[in-house]
């Protein structure tokens, strides 16, 4: 049974850093793509990065492109997701996300298996 645990969210300061943690069961990472996603209340879930299953390239949103980085630890079978320089905004609920028939893929549609996510609020 494929499962996905967020952790790590929190409130943070802009220009602070986060480390989100996608610990995942039931199934080996290197078969899946993992792609981390974003929800503001209202608004459609969109991609921020993923790590490709075929040979772990990896993709990210322009809006987050120099500033976060996508990681998997194999032995503990957990992706990360590395947030710097982060930029004040509403709270986004932050999921991460496994699919086994895709090499990589930033639309949330492309994936059949969520957790329940982590909310990340970076405020002063």
């Known amino acids: 049974q494929v499962q996905l645990v967020e952790s790590g969210g929190g409130l943070v300061q802009p220009g602070g850093s986060l480390r989100l943690s996608c610990a995942a069961s039931g199934f080996t990472l290197d078969d899946y793509t993992i792609g981390w996603f974003r929800q503001a209340p209202g608004k459609e879930r969109e991609g921020v990065s993923c790590i490709s299953s075929s040979d772990g390239s990896t993709y990210y949103a322009d809006s987050v492109k120099g500033r976060f980085t996508i990681s998997k630890d194999n032995a503990k079978n957990t992706v990360y997701l590395q947030m710097n320089s982060l930029k004040p905004k509403n709270p986004d609920v932050y999921y991460c996300?496994?699919?086994?028939?895709?090499?990589?893929?930033?639309?949330?549609?492309?994936?059949?298996?969520w957790g329940q996510g982590t909310q990340v609020t970076v405020s002063s």
């Open positions: 996300a496994a699919d086994r028939n895709i090499v990589a893929g930033m639309h949330f549609k492309s994936y059949d298996y």
